[in-house]
T-cell receptor, first 111, second 111 residues
Framework: GNSVTQMEGPVTLSEEAFLTINCTYT??????LFWYVQYPGEGLQLLLK?????DKGSNKGFEATYRKETTSFHLEKGSVQVSDSAVYFC??????????FGAGTRLFVKA | DTAVSQTPKYLVTQMGNDKSIKCEQN?????MYWYKQDSKKFLKIMFS???????INETVPNRFSPKSPDKAHLNLHINSLELGDSAVYFC??????????FGPGTRLTVT
């Protein structure tokens, strides 16, 4: 079946450090891939998405590239801020209406 | 204007009681969802409706019953509440098979 695996957290970084959160997936067909972010006390919100191989999604300085050959969609940001502290979820949608979410990775950014 | 709203935001109740959570979206979306998020932030799909028709019904105790009176509303009724039902419940909506918009969540505490 379809699944998403993302790196376990928490990830703790200093401000202005480089961020990578790994995400790999298993899916039949050609899924759409998403990163969602959940700030403390809030619901999830879409951060970026990619709908086909080699697409790059980007938003707020975050980027992720849909790599079909490695079935990956790693999230990166060149310089994190304290305000980026949140839980990040990798997700896929492969036909149907069901979105499969990863377990979430908590990010702490220290000033 | 809030896109996806839920009421109440907090719900504290005793075991054995029956309670409802309401969700409304003003985005004109066709599909709505209920998720349960546990204390480790793991997100589990419970139900989904598309144009008022139930399309996802995961392995959830039958004490949980969704109701969609129209495309803009999806309510969740829970009978005979148990301690294990304590969690944050999120409503979400989407335009067919696209990214989801989440509500702010309802934190349910069963004592």
């Amino acid at each position: 079946g379809n699944s998403v695996t993302q790196m376990e957290g928490p990830v703790t970084l200093s401000e202005e450090a480089f961020l990578t959160i790994n995400c790999t997936y298993t899916a039949t067909g050609y899924p759409s891939l998403f990163w969602y972010v959940q700030y403390p006390g809030e619901g999830l919100q879409l951060l970026l998405k990619a709908t086909k191989a080699d697409d790059k999604g980007s938003n707020k300085g975050f980027e992720a590239t849909y790599r079909k050959e490695t079935t990956s969609f790693h999230l990166e940001k060149g310089s994190v801020q304290v305000s980026d502290s949140a839980v990040y979820f990798c997700a896929l949608m492969a036909g149907g209406f069901k979105t499969i979410f990863g377990a979430g990775t908590r990010l702490f950014v220290k000033a | 204007d809030t896109a996806v709203s839920q009421t109440p935001k907090y719900l504290v109740t005793q075991m054995g009681n029956d309670k409802s959570i309401k969700c409304e979206q003003n985005l004109g979306h066709d599909t709505m969802y209920w998720y349960k998020q546990d204390s480790k932030k793991f997100l589990k799909i419970m139900f989904s409706y598309n144009n008022k028709e139930l399309i996802i019904n995961e392995t959830v105790p039958n004490r949980f019953s969704p109701k969609s009176p129209d495309k803009a509303h999806l309510n969740l009724h829970i009978n005979s509440l148990e301690l294990g039902d304590s969690a944050v419940y999120f409503c979400a909506s989407s335009r067919n098979r696209d990214e989801q918009y989440f509500g702010p969540g309802t934190r349910l505490t069963v004592t």
